[in-house]
């Protein structure tokens, strides 16, 4: 019966950390399990229902054209419909999977850091338009510049996918992770969720690399109270780079105020992969790593000579 004792205490010091509880890796797979659940059940969900009123309507590409505009439109946006409730739901998963592991509550959101976020996101959108345009790394395949509704519509997508995101990678999962541990696991954990959950980990090299580093600039903003200029940053950004600058590789609206393809420098460009995988991306998110993480690398050097 020894050996047994001994199996279970070590099975317990896996699944029980010091201070009592499950441990957090078990809790973040707990939560990834129930996110990946809810994604999956409401796409199925709604694709299934979509398309069975779809054939009973006898909608469909060929016959659109035929039907009343809001049966158009419906046809042309259950794809963003799908992605809206999705994202909502998993805001709400976030925020009752935090109060059951971490006894918390989310931050709120404060219009000023939104707006802030918001610039860092459009700012290099449009730089490197005009950096790739100017030394004819991409030119221009059609350009409208008008605002229409699609363009709406896709931020009010970006902006609830942005949210899910800050909620689920963030607020959930670095209060999970550094419950009773250093804080830099939270960092990771972020990083890791931020991968699985946006599918980043099949980019290219460079693309991942870029990926990491918006982790660690929208885990450090949320986790210093911040969490609106992480959504903002990350919903301007997916907004400008895919409708208002559409950018080879990306999800595209179906009328973009610019339109790009790619010619030459796909390193700097990120090509055919979309913009998050080129070297550009690469300057700037190290740079707004390097302005925003100054000040606690500079008092770490200042306490290290201290001592």
């Known amino acids: 019966m020894r050996w047994w004792n001994s199996v279970l205490r070590g099975l317990k010091r896996v699944a029980l950390c010091r201070e009592g509880g499950a441990r957090a890796i078990w809790k973040l797979l707990f939560a990834y399990a129930a996110y990946l659940l809810w994604a999956w059940l409401i796409a199925y969900a709604l694709s299934r229902g979509f398309g069975a009123l779809f054939n009973a309507w006898n909608l469909s590409a060929a016959t659109a054209a035929c039907t009343p505009s809001w049966a158009q ?61 100017l030394t004819d790394s991409m030119r221009l395949y059609e350009r409208t510049f008008s605002l229409t509704p699609d363009l709406l519509w896709m931020l009010a997508v970006y902006f609830a996918a942005a949210l899910a995101e800050e909620r689920f990678a963030r607020g959930l999962t670095m209060r999970v992770a550094s419950l009773h541990a250093h804080p830099l696991w939270g960092y990771v954990a972020s990083a890791v969720i931020l991968l699985a959950i946006t599918g ?49 590789g990306g999800n595209a609206a179906s009328r973009p105020v610019l339109q790009l393809y790619e010619v030459s420098e796909h390193w700097l460009t990120g090509g055919a992969n979309g913009l998050i995988c080129g070297a550009w991306m690469t300057l700037v998110l190290l740079a707004l790593s390097l302005w925003l993480f100054h000040r606690p690398l500079h008092t770490l050097l200042c306490r290290k000579k201290a001592k």
């Open 73 to 133: 439109w419906l046809f042309a946006n259950y794809g963003r419909i799908i992605s809206l409730v999705s994202s909502a739901g998993a805001v709400a998963l976030a925020h009752g999977l935090l109060r059951l592991l971490a006894d918390g509550k989310m931050a709120k959101l404060r219009p000023r850091a939104l707006t802030v976020g918001a610039l860092w996101g459009l700012i290099p959108v449009f730089a490197g338009a005009a950096l790739f345009l």
């Open 200 to 248: 980043s980990y099949a980019l290219p090299p460079l693309g991942i690399v870029n990926m990491l580093l918006t982790a660690v600039l929208c885990a450090h903003l949320s986790v210093t109270g911040r969490a609106g200029a992480s959504v903002g940053l990350r919903c301007a950004w997916s907004w400008a780079s895919n409708a208002l600058v559409a950018f080879p």
